[in-house]
Nanobody, 123 residues
Framework: QVQLVESGGALVQAGGSLRLSCAAS????????MGWFRRGPGKEREFVAA????????NYADSVKGRFTITRDNAKDTVYLQMNSLKPEDTATYYC????????????????WGQGTQVTVSS
C-alpha cells in the first residue's frame, strides 16, 4: 500500500512558476514509477509527466514539454513537478500517482492516487 500526499498548489499569474510535491509513504518508493496527472475544469483527467523508479526515464505530455520538469528524490520518498511559464490552460487539479508495472503514460495502470492539489493560473 502506498499513500500519496500532494502539496504546492496555488493561485499564480500567467508566466509564473510553481513546484508541486508529492510525498509517498512506504519503504519501496524507488520501485514505483511516479506520474503527475491533471483534470481541468470541464475536462477529462490527462497525463502530464512521469518518471521511472530510478529517475532515469521521464515522459511528458506535449502540452507541457519544455515548461514542466518531473524529478524525484528517493531518499525523501518524494516526487516533484516544477512548472514554469504557466498558462491559464494549466489550471487544474493536479494528482500524483504510483505504479510498478505499466507504461509511464498509462493512466489506467496507476494503482495509487493522491487527493490532488489545485493550481489556478490567472491571465
Amino acid at each position: 500500500q502506498v499513500q500519496l500526499v500532494e502539496s504546492g498548489g496555488a493561485l499564480v499569474q500567467a508566466g509564473g512558476s510553481l513546484r508541486l510535491s508529492c510525498a509517498a509513504s512506504g519503504r519501496t518508493f524507488g520501485l514505483y514509477t511516479m506520474g503527475w496527472f491533471r483534470r481541468g475544469p470541464g475536462k477529462e483527467r490527462e497525463f502530464v509527466a512521469a518518471i521511472s523508479g530510478s529517475g532515469g526515464t521521464t515522459n511528458y505530455a506535449d502540452s507541457v514539454k519544455g515548461r514542466f520538469t518531473i524529478t524525484r528524490d528517493n531518499a525523501k520518498d518524494t516526487v516533484y513537478l516544477q512548472m514554469n511559464s504557466l498558462k491559464p490552460e494549466d489550471t487544474a487539479t493536479y494528482y500524483c500517482a504510483a505504479q510498478k508495472w505499466g507504461g509511464l503514460r498509462a493512466m489506467d495502470e496507476y494503482d495509487y492516487w493522491g487527493q490532488g492539489t489545485q493550481v489556478t493560473v490567472s491571465s
